[in-house]
Structures are given as C-alpha cells and as structure tokens.
C-alpha cells in the first residue's frame, strides 16, 4: 500500500492519511464518550493525532506553491508513509478491540478480551507516532528558514556522501538534541558553533550526523553542507579537495593541498548565507596538530564532529551517543529482517537487541545475518553462543557501513570487530606500551565486564614475587609461575610497588578511546566496565591457546584474590561481585579449556576448591558441589585417593552435606575422611581430630547424642594434648 500512496506523490499521500485519521479519530473519540476507563494509551493517541493531521495540513499546503524542494518532499513522503502504516494497524485492531454502540454483550466481552492482549500492540504504534509526531515538529518548527534553502535565485551546495543505510531508524531525541545544541550553543573565538557526537565504535554517530545533514537540507537551515573524513589529515585533505571543486570557479588552479584548504576557509568565512561542515571518525586526535587550524571563521558556519576520543570534548558541546532505545532497537531489526511485527517477534527481538547491549551496529549486523539465512528469531540465541564470532564479523556484500583505512584506496566493509580494532591500535606511545596494555584490557575481558575493580590486579602482585637467584633452584619447577610476577604488570609498577596513578592514567586512556563503557576513581581504588560485546570481541580476537592462558591467568588471579580477603569483614557488594568473577571464570573454564588436562596445569591446582568454599559460604549449594567434586576428581587423579589434600576435599564435602542436612552423605564423606587422615597423618594429627569434631557435630544432628559424646571426648582430648587446653579450637569442642 505505501508503495502505491509514494506514487501520487506527497500532497495525494497526505489527503489519504488525514482521511483514514480523520475517520479512526472520530472512532477514538466515540469510545472515550461511552467509555469511563478508557486506556491511557488510546487517551495518547487521541491527542497526537489531531497535531500530526494540523502540521501535514499546513504541509500539503505548501506542495504546490514551490515552498518545499524535491529533497524536503522525499524525506516528508517517508515521513507520511510512516505514519500512514501505523494508522492502518490501528484501524484494524480497533476494529478488533474497541466495543462499538451497536456491538452485543457477547462480542463487547470478546473485544475487551481482545483488548487486554493488543494493548501492548498499540503501545508501539502509539511510540511510532510520537516518534514522527517529533520529526514533523522539528521539520515545522524550522519553517520560517526554508526560504532560504529554496530561493531559485540562491545556490544550494551538498556534499554529503551517500552512506546512509537503507534501514535506519530515526533517533528523534538526538537529531533534537543536536539541533538544540546548535541553536543555544554561543559561538567561539572564531564566532563558530560546535558540536562534537562523542561514543563508542558502532554506536551510529556517522549515521545519526548524515540524518541530521538530511533534515537540515530538507528544512533549509543551511545552504552549504559538506562532509569532510577526519580520520587522518591525508584525509582531511582530500575532503576539502572535493569542497573546493564545489564551491570554487571553474577552471581555477591551486598549488598545493594548503592552498586549497586556505581557500576553502577563506570562502566559507566570508559566506553571509548558513553553512556546516560535518568532519566524521575524528578517531586520533595525535594524528593532527589542531584540528581547529581546519575551521573557517565566521559567524554564519557550524561544524559537527563525529569521533569516539574523548580528547574531542574540548572542542565544542558535546553529545554523548549511547546505545539505542528498546523502541529503536526492535525498529532496527525488524526491518533489516523484514520479519512482521507480531507478538513472538517482539519478545524474541527484544531479548537479541539486549543480548546485543542495544549497539545500533551490532544489531544491524544480527538482522543481516538472520535475514541472508531466513532464521526465526527464536533460533538467534542459539547461534549467537555457538557461532559469536561469525555473528560479530558477518557483513553482506552490499554494506553501507564502510570506511577508508589508513591510505587504502579501497574502502573496507565495517563490522563492530573492525570498528573497535581502529581503537586498540591506538594504545600506547608505543608497540611496547599497546602490548602490556592490550594484555590487560583482555586479561579484564575474562572476569565479569560489568564491574572489574583494581584490588583484583593489586592483590595478585601482592601475592606473587620474583623468586631470587640463589634459592630459585629450590623451587620446583612447576610451582615457579606461582612467584613469578606477569610481565605485563610490570607496567603499572613504580619501585617495586603498585603505582594506582600509573594505573588511573591507562585506564583513562582506555576510557578516552571508548574501549571502556564506565569508569569510577576514587582514593581507595578505581573501578571500570566494559560494554558486554567489548568483552566478547577482546576474547573473540585472540586464537583458542591464548584463550585458554587468559581464562588460566584470570582463575590464577581471582584464586589469589579470594584466598587473601578475611571473608567476613568483606562488604555485601564485593561479596557479589567476587561471585560474578567466579561464575564468568568458570563460564571461560566450560567454553575454553573443554578437553585440557587439568592436572597437568599447576596453576588451576586449588582455585576449584577455592571457587567452591566461596560458593558455599554464600549458599550456592549446587554449584559449590560441582567445584568440590571437580577439585576431588583432580586431586585423586593426580595425587591418589589417600593424599591428605585429596582427604581434605573429602572433608570439605562432608560439610557442604551438612549444611544441606545430607546426614547420610555427609556421614559417608566423614568416615572416609577420617579412616584416610588416621593412615596417613596418625589418630592424634589435628587434621584427624579436625574431622572427628564434625562427626560429632553431625551425629548431633541426627540426634545420636551417645556416638556425638564419644566423638567430642576423643576430638578434646586430642586437642588439649596437641594443642593445649587454651587454644580456641579446644574451647571450640
């Protein structure tokens, strides 16, 4: 149907919608007059609808006297056509929802059953409308300036690229945003307004600066727009190579490339008519001396900046651009997909645009990636955890998302992993620097991306040390990395000790490139997250072996973390993020290390018992039970059933099943404990009368009072014997 409406052009278009609205108002209007507990969301609609019908009025009504150019009735048509579908959807369900005067009782109760589950279905259409209600303001409230744009006696220069891709969805509330921040922003020195988009790779700052291009052409509010490439001056250069055989006299000659950019500030600042200029991936700020030397001067002139450096903000306004809405992001993938609007389709694509953490690219990725295969959405999770990274890489062969690498002549399709790739070559000062610090941030991607906090690194140096020469030879060799200090960590250290500023400035330097999502410094230590597909692509990136060493590396160091905290004294927070860090270890553990030989690797020897007191301590019963028995199973195959590390496992199970009142098994657990540790450590050791004392506690339990009795004589007088009739464990017993 919209197909046919765009032919009879915009005029013929917005007749038909203000007749179909005209009719679904009056149908709105006569339920709110019988109907005392109307939904607010029909109450919503009713008052947007006459203020949509109001502004594309006064719009058809400038059709035909030459007011708008061919550029404003296009992007207008799309507008209508927008509009024109959802009021369509909501003709047919209050065909279905809303009780009409001549409806009987029994299709009045069908119909409020109706309702019930298509209010939700209203919503977004009602959100719909709000959202082009908005863009249609925005265009109307810019009226007064379309003179300008469409004088035939004035010329009009655009030179934007055409990378605007074919399913964008508008982002209202920033396109108002930047437009409000140009028009309350006071101009500079140079008497410019500024405005800089400021976000992580993939989060749609060149395609939100190309929309706003579009909305300012169609409205007039600029006569000159040019787009220039920031990513390098080479660049920078070359887009004003393209400016000066706009805007310059035919047949002009200049010497070089300076004086051709000096030309083009020269023009601009002496035009008396709006102009902007859109300097886009202004990604590496120390690839340019001042970037401000690029500007012309001159009260009539904008400039909006794309870039994800936080160096950036010092240059104007600045917007941050984050992820998408809820709303945005099903819109999104919807139409990549081309799957229908319907209930499953919702609630599976509001489950993929959060897996996805609402990243405009990530998303446009996924639906290109369901729409070439014809994959339900339902199938789409599964997918993703088995095959992330073909997901996270998959671009098709005609993508509008692309970009010039360095001097490249051709430009190169652009997926999340590329775009966050740009950033990671920019650590550092040096190949040195990017290494140790690359090191790190991928050594943070492997513990839970929402909160990794400082003490994690400082208590592994803590911990660890470098072994000196004359004793190193007594270590055994399998136990040496466990005093050796990382390599990489010798980058944050000043004198042999933790420097938490050295460590400050890299992760705000981290921060400035986007590589992080979030960053708290305050004087005990400093926290940061990572966007979630940040994380993914830091582990997708690197091949399975170093995969492997990292998720060892982080166990290694979570391990050493854990065991140095005084476990009672640690506040509520940091006991659950300790426990996050574990559950993101042993996710690593099941996706990396599947078919590695865990007893031969020293350094996970003890972290699954570790990980499972913890676990326990915190009431996970189920899963401290699977590290015990995995710590068990190790421990018997690489040390044998009656090793006293192995029976101390044994012990610790038996009081897990005590604290789950498994008497029996616990009882079985003890028994074996306690005939293991009298063989191999003596009837009197302290860790044999360790688990005579648990018997006892167990036999209290199950109300055997006389074997409890005998169990807690023989632990007190083993106790006061070897340890003597003070020690707290005696008075314990």
């Not at 706009?246 to 002009?252: E, L, V």
């Not at 959060?354 to 014809?374: E, F, S, V």
């Not at 339902?378 to 997918?383: D, G, P, R, V």
Request: hydrophobic letters at 40%; glycine letters at 6%; aromatic letters at 8%.
């Amino acid at each position: 149907m919209a197909e046919a409406i765009a032919v009879v052009g915009l005029a013929a278009s917005i007749v038909t919608f203000v007749n179909v609205s005209t009719k679904v108002l009056a149908r709105l209007r006569e339920f709110h007059s019988i109907a005392q507990d109307a939904p607010g969301v029909f109450q919503d609609i009713t008052t947007q609808l006459p203020i949509i019908i109001d502004i594309l009025t006064g719009i058809e009504k400038g059709c035909g006297d030459g007011s708008l150019t061919t550029d404003a009735q296009r992007a207008l048509l799309n507008v209508v056509e927008g509009c024109f579908r959802q009021i369509s959807m909501l003709d047919g369900l209050i065909e279905k929802m809303l009780p009409a005067l001549t409806d009987s009782t029994l299709r009045r109760t069908w119909k409020a059953i109706a309702s019930v589950r298509k209010e939700k279905d209203v919503v977004v259409i009602q959100r719909t409308l709000e959202t082009y209600k908005s863009t249609l303001t925005l265009h109307f409230s810019q009226g007064p300036r379309a003179p300008i744009a469409i004088d035939a006696r004035e010329r009009v220069y655009y030179e934007i690229p055409s990378l605007r891709v074919s399913q964008f969805v508008e982002r209202v509330e920033l396109l108002k945003e930047i437009e409000a921040s140009f028009d309350n922003t006071t101009a500079n020195a140079s008497h410019l307004k500024i405005v800089v988009l400021l976000g992580m790779g993939g989060q749609g700052k060149t395609q939100l600066a190309l929309d706003y291009c579009r909305v300012a052409r169609a409205s007039g509010r600029y006569q000159g727009l040019f787009w220039v490439d920031a990513s390098s001056p080479s660049t920078v250069s070359h887009g004003f190579e393209t400016i000066v055989a706009k805007i310059s006299r035919t047949g002009r000659v200049f010497d070089d490339a300076e004086s051709k950019i000096a030309f083009v500030k020269e023009t601009l600042g002496g035009w008396q008519i709006p102009w902007l200029i859109v300097f886009d991936n202004y990604d590496q700020p120390k690839e340019f001396g001042d970037i401000a030397a690029y500007f012309p001067h001159g009260e009539a002139g904008a400039i909006l900046i794309t870039s994800r450096h936080s160096d950036s903000e010092r240059l104007g306004v600045t917007i941050r651009v984050t992820q998408m809405t809820e709303d945005e992001g099903l819109e999104l993938l919807l139409r990549q997909t081309k799957l229908d609007r319907n209930d499953d389709n919702i609630v599976e694509g509001r489950k993929i645009i959060q897996k996805l953490g609402y990243l405009p690219l990530a998303i446009d990725q996924a639906g290109a990636y369901i729409n070439m295969r014809k994959l339900p959405l339902l199938l789409f999770a599964k997918h993703y955890d088995e095959r992330r990274e073909v997901v996270l890489k998959h671009t098709p062969p005609l993508w509008e998302y692309r970009k010039r690498l360095s001097e490249d002549r051709d430009e190169t399709l652009l997926s999340v992993f590329t775009t966050w790739e740009l950033s990671f070559q920019q650590i550092g000062n040096s190949k040195n620097e990017r290494m140790m610090i690359g090191h790190f941030l991928t050594l943070s991607s492997f513990f839970d991306a929402a909160n990794v906090s400082e003490d994690l690194f400082r208590s592994h140096l803590a911990s660890t040390r470098k072994p000196l020469r004359r004793i190193e030879h007594f270590i055994p060799r399998g136990a040496r990395d466990r005093y050796k200090r990382p390599w990489w960590m010798e980058y944050f250290i000043s004198g042999g000790v933790w420097d938490q500023y050295k460590y400050q400035d890299t992760i705000a330097e981290l921060l400035s490139l986007s590589l992080l999502q979030g960053l708290n410094i305050d004087s005990g230590e400093s926290r940061f997250s990572l966007h979630p597909l940040i994380a993914d692509w830091l582990k997708l990136r690197i091949n399975l072996k170093d995969r492997q060493k990292y998720t060892i590396e982080a166990t290694m160091i979570l391990k050493s973390y854990i065991d140095m905290q005084d476990r009672e004294a640690l506040p509520l927070q940091t006991k659950l993020d300790i426990l996050s860090h574990v559950d993101m270890c042993l996710r690593n553990d099941r996706e990396y290390l599947r078919g590695l030989d865990e007893s031969n690797t020293a350094s996970l020897k003890g972290s699954a018992s570790t990980f499972a007191s913890f676990y326990q301590s915190h009431c996970r019963y189920q899963d401290a039970e699977a590290m015990y028995q995995r710590a068990l199973a190790g421990r018997e195959k690489a040390l044998g059933p009656d090793h006293t590390s192995t029976l101390s496992t044994v012990n610790n199970l038996g009081n897990l099943y005590g604290d789950q009142s498994r008497l029996a098994d616990a009882e079985a657990m003890y028994q074996r404990a306690l005939a293991g540790r009298e063989k191999a450590l003596g009837p009197d050791h302290t860790s044999t009368l360790s688990t005579v004392n648990n018997l006892g506690n167990l036999y209290g339990d199950q109300s055997r009072l006389a074997d409890a009795e005998a169990m807690y004589q023989r632990a007190l007088a083993g106790r006061e014997k070897a340890l003597g009739p003070d020690h707290t464990s005696t008075l314990g017993t």
